[in-house]
């Protein structure tokens, strides 16, 4: 602060854009967020106990049982979800690797993407 005192107004600007300099440029984009930060548009349940799946959006409490087997066409159709989209995988005790491995290639093959 003694040199503004000292040095008036000319200290001062040159103080201040020096800091201004700091700062993030305005004109670059941020940088956007990678895969595994970004949040699914969906999440499929899988539960191994009654061989079926729940696919429920993200913003969805409950979502609709549907057959493993018709996850992905059931996401693109009923759903409405761009390809690109972004789906979680979650599972209850017991489920089949085979099973799991058959929705998993559905959804990729139909464009979707894991978290």
Sequence with gaps: MSILLRHGPVAATMMFTGLAACGSSSNHAAAPPSS???KPD???TIDGVRHACVV???HEENGSAVSCADVAPFVKDELRLATGSIYEIRS???????????VTASLRDAGYRSQ
């Design 36 to 38: 595994a930060a970004a």
């Design 42 to 44: 969906v999440i499929i």
């Design 56 to 58: 429920a959006l993200i």
């Design 92 to 102: 209850i005790p017991d489920v089949d690797e085979a099973e799991l491995g058959r």
